[in-house]
């Protein structure tokens, strides 16, 4: 998949919970190559998992990603199968590769992710040969990410879970086709410079747990006044 010029994406933020924490304590061990190997596991986990090419790595962030995906039929339901799919090689990998060198518990443990679509503008510069993209979207998948856990309350866990803007998820996630395999609920965030800091309407998704929290029905709402999004 090539991004053209001015393409309409949807757009997956991703990133690893507890990432300086574990890489601190790998350093105490002087086990930082443990950490190497396992981006390296991890990355070719992920284009394994690309199937037809049907995402495109942007960037890798320094504990995540940054992939965009091509706008077609189903692609919502195929971003989180994908997503689900990453989250448990992640577990895995992790096992098998990093927990035996850790010495302190890390929590949370696991990936999140934020998602928005927004059209892709790409830049007259390029860095290490690689072509760089503004876009409000961008902007926004990174805030959501970084706003799933609620404000105030130290015991929400995020790992392994999705936020989404409600009218992302209304445009190209289809609700009965997800709830036999996702937990989900309504949320709102605030998100500090996007829409003038209005509270914005969000869906909050998690892709491996069906948690006693979660509630898919959409009369529960859950405020935040985060880092950041209402429509």
């Known amino acids: 998949m090539k991004v053209e010029v001015d393409d309409e994406k949807l757009i997956v933020f991703m990133d690893i919970c507890s990432s300086t924490k574990i890489m601190e304590d790998l350093n105490a ?4 190559d443990i950490w190497k190997f396992f981006h390296s596991n991890l990355f ?3 284009n394994k998992l690309n199937i037809n090419n049907f995402f495109e790595i942007y960037k890798f962030t320094g504990d995540g990603y940054i992939f965009f995906f091509d706008i077609k039929e189903n692609i919502g339901k ?5 997503l689900k799919e990453l989250c448990h090689s992640f577990k895995e990998e992790f096992k098998s590769t990093v927990d035996k060198s850790i010495n ?3 929590e949370p443990l696991g990936l999140t992710f934020g998602i928005s679509n927004g059209l892709i503008k790409k830049l007259d510069i390029k860095i290490n ?3 760089e993209f503004i876009s409000c979207g961008l902007n926004i998948a990174s805030r959501l990410q970084n706003s799933i856990k609620a404000a105030n309350n130290n015991s929400d866990n995020p790992a392994y879970q999705v936020l989404f803007l409600r009218s992302t998820f209304n445009k ?3 609700y009965k086709e997800l709830e036999k395999d996702f937990a989900y609920k309504d949320v709102e965030r605030n998100m500090k410079n996007i829409s003038n800091g209005i509270e914005k309407k969000c869906i909050r ?3 491996l747990h069906e948690m006693n929290n979660f509630v898919k029905s959409e009369k529960k709402t859950d405020k935040s006044s985060n880092n950041e999004i209402k429509k």
């Open 44 to 46: 070719k986990i992920i």
């Open 29 to 32: 061990n002087m086990d930082t």
């Open 104 to 106: 302190i518990k890390i």
């Open 205 to 207: 998704l998690s892709l």
């Open 129 to 131: 040969d690689s072509d």
């Open 78 to 82: 195929d971003i989180l199968m994908f």
């Open 172 to 174: 190209y996630f289809n």
